[in-house]
């Protein structure tokens, strides 16, 4: 059951992750290595809402702690409990927006 709702936060966080807007002022300056401003650091779960039954799960009511780390080096890191837990490399692309028809930049 625990690792059921662990999969459910996780793709509640993808959710979250996938919806976000460009902001006109960056909050990290720093660029990677294709120049490109980035989402470089580590971020901190705090709260889930939403799908279809319309709970929100934070880190008080699931017992766990979750965070997320974008490293300079273009790798993704999932810590949870302040253990890493998951570790990949990831890559920011341009394509065209299946919403508008436009192309989505960074």
Same mark, same amino acid.
């Given at each position: 059951? !625990?690792?059921?709702? $662990?999969?459910? *936060?996780?793709?509640l966080?993808?959710? &979250?992750?996938? +919806? ?11 660029? !990677?290595?294709?120049? $490109?401003?980035g *989402? ?5 779960? &705090?709260?889930? +809402? ?57």
């Amino acid at each position: 059951m !625990n690792k059921a709702i $662990l999969y459910f *936060i996780v793709l509640l966080m993808a959710i &979250v992750l996938a +919806s976000c807007a460009k902001s006109e002022s960056p909050i990290n300056d720093s660029t !990677n290595s294709t120049g $490109l401003i980035g *989402i470089n650091g580590k971020w901190t779960w &705090v709260s889930s +809402s939403g799908g279809f039954a319309g709970v929100m799960i934070t880190p008080e009511s699931s017992g766990h702690t979750m965070e997320i780390e974008f490293a300079p080096e273009n790798i993704f890191n999932k810590y949870v409990d302040g253990k890493k837990v998951f570790t990949s490399p990831y890559v920011f692309q341009e394509k065209d927006s299946i919403i508008q028809y436009t192309t989505l930049g960074l």
